[in-house]
């Protein structure tokens, strides 16, 4: 693998960009710019090959490797044209180019995606007398071109797929809960690993197996079986295999109980297989019943993300939800805090508790909020 330092732009969903910074802290990454989508730092490649195990808010790790300034096609075309493709691609392999255009002379990104392909191809032809295949899938080495403005950034993708599509949400029920979303809210709260967790109306039950994987300290990134990285030339699988094997040895076993519950028996069959697939179902108790019967352990974090009522008429009708709610939680929690997950501003009034905290967070299209709730 390539030694030195490179310019690193780890991307995330939005409004996560303060608790990625956190986690990046955490992993050592002291010195940082983020944006709003993002952060950027500098790093090894063995660094790079760290977030893409550890980080649970990252979409992926892109390693720059080439930065020009760019007005127009041409130039596009010649900067690609001089990076060194041939130290990272095997031109019998398969590379894919996507692209992120903010340019007046560009209406289409395929445009600018196709330029750069051609560039990559014919640099690889001129240098090893052949070219890797290429195409939309993003199984081989991905590269992404960042164009805004009169520059250009060429990346490769260290991850390919999202980081965030962990792999073991087989099945997602309904309206799943985005896992590096569950996995900011558990952030958020602060849960430590002697905390019991309750996670009512739990659907595909990303909340508690996010939770379940946070608290026992195991490594998100093994969960997946392959990255893009693995793809390009010179890299060192077997360091790779041993940066793995320590990660493993670093993550164990919570011992407080997670308990998730639905009325659906569909979603909670699609939690249990879930659950399976990631490794933490013998942690998980999972219960068939009403959210208001699901029990609540002394100091629990509770996490719960009702329906908000987004169509007209529907934030009237969830009324009585959200108060039977607030009710369950101050009535059966001794002790602990409660986490309640909301695009509506009106419904969250109706829980009849004061939040401490109100976490602001993006779903989809949708300014939410996480309502914190110290249970006394």
Known sequence: MIDGEFSLRVPCGRGLVNWLEDELDELGFTERLPARTWVDLHGTLPEAASIVIWSRLATTVLVEIGRFPCTGPRE?????????????????????????????????????????????????????????????????????????????????????????DRGYRRDGAYA????????????????????????????????????????????????????AMEQWLGFDHEAWKRMRAAARKQGGQTTAPIILSDTDAYALESARANAQTAGVLERIDLRLEEFDATPLCQDAVIFVNPPWGLRLGEEEALVPLYRALGDWMKQGATGGRGYVLTGSPRLAKEVGLRPSRRIPFVVGEIECRLLEFPLH
């Open 76 to 164: 596009l075309y010649e900067g690609v044209s001089c990076i060194p493709w041939e130290q990272w691609l095997d031109p019998d392999g398969y590379v894919s180019v996507h692209g992120h255009v903010r340019h007046p002379m560009i209406r289409n990104s395929m445009y600018a995606n196709q330029l750069v392909k051609d560039a990559l191809c014919d640099r690889m032809v001129d240098r090893t007398g052949r070219r890797p295949d290429s195409g939309p899938d993003r199984s081989g080495v991905v590269v992404d071109l960042y164009w805004a403005g009169d520059e250009a950034r060429v990346y490769l993708d260290a991850a390919g797929r999202k980081l965030t």
């Open 176 to 227: 799943p809960l985005r896992e590096s979303l569950a996995a900011a809210m558990v952030r958020a709260s602060g849960l430590q690993a002697g905390e019991p967790v309750v996670a009512p109306m739990c659907g595909a039950g990303t909340l508690g197996i996010e939770a379940a994987l946070a608290a026992s300290g195991r490594p998100p990134g093994l969960l997946r079986p392959g990255h």
